[in-house]
């Protein structure tokens, strides 16, 4: 039997009309599915848009962060690094709420308990609570991270040495810069986290002025966004905080 007779014996004859038939029905397929494309583009760009992005993307992006947030282990540290891989020239970015100059004899770091109840604490006040060292691989939603070195006092030992044992079981803590105009919301687990401290040093100096001084935030389970540079007044809430990137499409919570 020749190789050619083998194959005919099993091969099903397709004649002209019924290829004709399949190649109709998968352009009428093709026909309905670009339709259906296009209906759904024109629809989506015609839906409202809700903080900077529309809003089924909005919708999505929030139960993707609901997935995400879930799955945060509190537990989880970030890797430590040594002094000696921390980096001498620390990359400057994003002077949002930057005021040019702080004066310490008059800046007070402004802890809203609850309305109308707010405490307002010098730098050494905060100085004086026990310090610990954190050296992280810092890194920007914008594609860099660098190894740094900051020192500073636990948000969870600040928050335990003025009893704010109440706000602990709040969702979220609130924070914005001395002007108001950069301002982050961050799920208190993460605030709580032993690596996050309220920062006062960078390199075991103290903050220069363009990276936060007198008080920032350094929170190494967070992208960059959340550190927020020159702390001026905390809050606590149940409701997610406005968070400047957040309005602007970014991912609420911009977890690593
Ligand atoms: N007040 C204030 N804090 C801020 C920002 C800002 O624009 N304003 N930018 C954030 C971003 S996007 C990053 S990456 C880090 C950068 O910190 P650095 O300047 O110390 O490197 O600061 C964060 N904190
Ligand atoms: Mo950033």
Redesign the pocket.
């Known amino acids: 039997m020749s190789r050619h007779n083998f194959f005919d014996k099993r091969t099903k004859e397709i004649s002209n009309s019924s290829y004709r038939r399949k190649m109709i029905f998968s352009f009428l397929i093709f026909a309905v599915l670009v339709a259906a494309g296009i209906f759904a583009w024109k629809w989506l760009n015609h839906q409202p848009t809700e903080q900077g992005a529309l809003k089924p993307l909005r919708k999505t992006l929030e139960a993707n962060e609901k997935i995400l947030q879930s799955t945060f282990d509190t537990s989880k540290k970030s890797k430590v690094y040594t002094e000696k891989d921390a980096v001498k020239n ?9 005021e040019k100059t702080i004066d310490t004899s008059t800046w007070r770091l402004q802890v809203v308990r609850a309305a109308g109840d707010t405490l307002k604490l010098s730098l050494d006040d905060i100085e004086k609570l026990p310090k610990v060292h954190v050296i992280f691989d ?1 890194k ?3 594609g860099w991270s660098q190894v ?1 070195h900051w020192a500073g006092v636990p948000l969870k030992t600040f928050m335990d040495y003025y009893h704010l044992n109440t706000q602990e079981k709040m969702n979220y803590v609130g924070l914005q ?1 001395v002007d108001k ?2 301002y982050v919301g961050i799920d208190m687990p993460s605030a709580l986290q032993s690596q996050t401290i309220l920062c006062y040093e ?1 390199n075991n100096k103290p903050l220069p002025m ?3 001084y007198p008080l ?1 935030l350094i929170i190494p389970v967070k ?8 702390l001026g007044t905390m809050y606590f809430s149940n409701q997610k905080p406005p968070d ?2 957040a309005e602007r499409g970014y991912d609420y919570y911009a977890g690593l």
């Open positions: 620390v990359r400057v970015n994003g002077l949002v709420g930057m810092f920007c939603i914008e740094t810069t105009k950069y960078m363009n990276q936060g920032r992208y960059g966004i959340k550190h927020l540079k020159q400047y990137w």
